[in-house]
T-cell receptor, first 113, second 115 residues
């Protein structure tokens, strides 16, 4: 079983600050997804990273996939209160290994105005 | 709305009661998933349907948990003789087709509290 570790578990920052959260594993991912879950809602897909070393940008969010495809990071520039939520990573399962997602424990981010 | 709909949004049950949680997936979506999310944790897989067939139920924690999708659309997750450790948010997700790279769309969940 692939063990996913997300860090930090909790992060509380002021509006305008920058932050980085991490998703790490001892196993190699074929590809990885990042989700954001706002309070009282289900997770919403932000991005899928596929290639080792890949960098994807979504407005103020920058996603990076490690060269060895064992880790990923999410950097948020100039955080806003609307960024508050639980950030989850989940590798896509290998072919023929089922279609379910296995999530990390998440990073709970609070951005204070 | 065109999203995944779950009902009820909140359910309070006395220990030992049976509960039924409903999921209406996005119309035309072949795959349907149930996840359990404990407080402060990421969601954990419970079971997966492709149309009406339950292809994987390896995540169901005990035989008190039962899921069905008889017509390949709406699904119901039933928990018999609820216990306090069943308290969690139960999330349903659907995806267009039955392969791993399809995007899963999540409902807002049902928050179950067992007293």
């Amino acid at each position: 079983t692939q063990l996913l570790e997300q860090s930090p578990q909790f992060l509380s920052i002021q509006e305008g600050e920058n932050l980085t959260v991490y998703c790490n594993s001892s196993s190699v991912f074929s590809s990885l997804q990042w989700y954001r879950q706002e309070p009282g809602e289900g997770p919403v897909l932000l991005v899928t990273v596929v290639t080792g070393g890949e960098v994807k940008k979504l407005k103020r969010l920058t996603f990076q996939f490690g060269d060895a495809r064992k880790d990923s990071s999410l950097h948020i520039t100039a955080a806003q209160p609307g960024d508050t939520g639980l950030y989850l990573c989940a590798p896509l399962p290998p072919r023929n290994a089922g279609n379910m997602l296995t999530f990390g424990g998440g990073t709970r981010l609070m951005v204070k105005p | 709305g065109a999203g995944v709909s779950q009902s009820p949004r909140y359910k309070v049950a006395k220990r030992g009661q049976d509960v039924a949680l409903r999921c209406d997936p996005i119309s035309g979506h072949v795959s349907l998933f149930w996840y359990q999310q404990a407080l402060g944790q990421g969601p954990e897989f419970l079971t997966y349907f492709q149309n009406e067939a339950q292809l994987d139920k390896s995540g169901l924690p005990s035989d008190r948990f039962f899921a069905e999708r008889p017509e390949g659309s709406v699904s119901t997750l039933k928990i018999q003789r609820t216990q306090q450790e069943d308290s969690a948010v139960y999330l349903c997700a659907s995806s267009l087709a039955g392969y791993a790279k399809n995007i899963q769309y999540f409902g807002a969940g049902t928050r179950l509290s067992v007293l």
